[in-house]
């Protein structure tokens, strides 16, 4: 999914927050594989051919406006860290993240742990943190030495910790009744590897 440039044409961006809202409202009632183009669009009271415009389906909309709210939260917390503000950075970006999820829990609920593809949210969320781990472990030049001398590579790093804070998301969402947000936060900070700068 392409974002939208913020300088494109005001009726393309009034119509993308339109079809944000709809998308968000209506998946947080029922699985988002079971809303329609054809519904979303008179939601948002656009029509469908503007639907196209914005997603090829209701669940790439859905996809790509959580990862946008996500990405918001990655640039205005990690972009241009200092090393000095490494950890508070992180512990920041970390509660914005899970307030996010939880501001958006019923979607998460039902859609993170479903095994098919109808929403990919799992895969989605996992890519967010991915991409965000490695840009930190770059940024800061943190290596982590292997036994044998080798250096482990980033990518391997990057994915361990991303999927594994999804696994704890995943878990928390679908608590009932959800365990306070100040315990997930503790939990992901005891479970996280002491290499990882964060506490």
Wanted: charged share 25%; proline share 6%.
């Amino acid at each position: 999914m392409t974002h939208l440039d913020p300088r494109a044409d005001p009726r393309a961006v009034r119509s993308r927050a339109l079809l944000a809202a709809a998308v968000l409202e209506l998946a947080s009632e029922r699985p988002i594989g079971e809303i329609t183009v054809a519904e979303l669009a008179t939601r948002a009271q656009v029509n469908r051919s503007t639907f196209y415009q914005h997603a090829s389906s209701p669940a790439a909309l859905l996809r790509s406006v959580l990862s946008d709210e996500l990405d918001a939260i990655r640039d205005r917390y990690l972009s241009e860290l200092a090393a000095r503000d490494i950890r508070a950075a992180l512990n920041a970006v970390t509660v914005a993240v899970l307030e996010h999820v939880q501001a958006h829990r019923a979607i998460y609920r039902r859609s993170l742990p479903a095994i098919e593809e109808s929403a990919g949210l799992h895969a989605m969320l996992g890519s967010h943190f991915e991409v965000s781990a490695r840009m930190l472990l770059e940024q800061h030049r943190i290596e982590l030495p292997a036994h044998d001398g080798r250096i482990v590579p980033l990518a391997t790093a990057a994915r361990y910790i991303a999927y594994g804070v999804v696994g704890a998301i995943e878990a928390w969402v679908t608590e009932e009744p959800p365990r306070p947000l100040d315990d997930l936060v503790s939990d992901i900070r005891l479970l996280l590897p002491a290499w990882w700068p964060i506490g």
